[in-house]
T-cell receptor, first 113, second 112 residues
Framework: AQSVSQHNHHVILSEAASLELGCNYS??????LFWYVQYPGQHLQLLLK??????LVKGIKGFEAEFIKSKFSFNLRKPSVQWSDTAEYFC???????????FGGGTRLMVKP | DGGITQSPKYLFRKEGQNVTLSCEQN?????MYWYRQDPGQGLRLIYY???????QKGDIAEGYSVSREKKESFPLTVTSAQKNPTAFYLC???????????FGPGTRLTVL
């Protein structure tokens, strides 16, 4: 079965700390990967996506993610977080074009000012 | 403004009643989706539709029904057969099924 897992359910950081949120997927073959963010009281928004090509993907608001095929991972990173990054982050995967997205369980990030 | 709208934002219903959640998009997207979001479980797919007058069950379709009579609209009915309907429901759309999905603001349904 296809699955996407996020290991950290809750993360608390101080401002200016570096962030890395883990995401692993369990299916082989061609895969599309996404990170979404849900700020308090707002829509789920697309942060970045990987379809093919350069495995280091840059998204909005200074976020980036690296696709490591050998580790089945697509971790999200940001060098220096801000209080405004407090949100819930979801990783999602799609095996081949036309298949549905599978979401991870989400990681709640709290950034202390 | 292009986007996805869901109404209402909050909905309360008595147990045993059917309720319909609205989802409209003006992005000219072909595909539309309904998800349910529960704490710690991420988003789970209820139904999706790739074209008008066609839809498929997702992972947790039992107790739900949908229709897709217009490209812009994909309403979800939560029936009395759904055993645990209290949840946050999200609608999404995409240009095709392989593209990124864009989400509406959600409807929080509480069944009393």
């Amino acid at each position: 079965a296809q699955s996407v897992s996020q290991h950290n359910h809750h993360v608390i950081l101080s401002e200016a700390a570096s962030l890395e949120l883990g995401c692993n997927y369990s299916y082989g073959g061609t895969v599309n990967l996404f990170w979404y963010v849900q700020y308090p009281g707002q829509h789920l928004q697309l942060l970045l996506k990987y379809f093919s090509g350069d495995p280091l993907v840059k998204g909005i608001k200074g976020f980036e993610a690296e696709f490591i095929k050998s580790k089945f991972s697509f971790n999200l990173r940001k060098p220096s977080v801000q209080w405004s990054d407090t949100a819930e982050y979801f990783c999602a995967g799609q095996r081949d074009a036309g298949n549905m997205l599978t979401f991870g369980g989400g990681t709640r990030l709290m950034v202390k000012p | 403004d292009g986007g996805i709208t869901q109404s209402p934002k909050y909905l309360f219903r008595k147990e045993g009643q059917n309720v319909t959640l609205s989802c409209e998009q003006n992005l000219n997207h072909d595909a539309m989706y309904w998800y349910r979001q529960d704490p710690g479980q991420g988003l789970r797919l209820i139904y999706y539709s790739q074209i008008v007058n066609d839809f498929q069950k997702g992972d947790i379709a039992e107790g739900y029904s949908v229709s897709r009579e217009k490209k812009e609209s994909f309403p979800l009915t939560v029936t009395s057969a759904q055993k645990n309907p209290t949840a946050f429901y999200l609608c999404a759309s995409s240009m095709g099924t392989s593209g990124a999905q864009y989400f509406g603001p959600g409807t929080r349904l509480t069944v009393l």
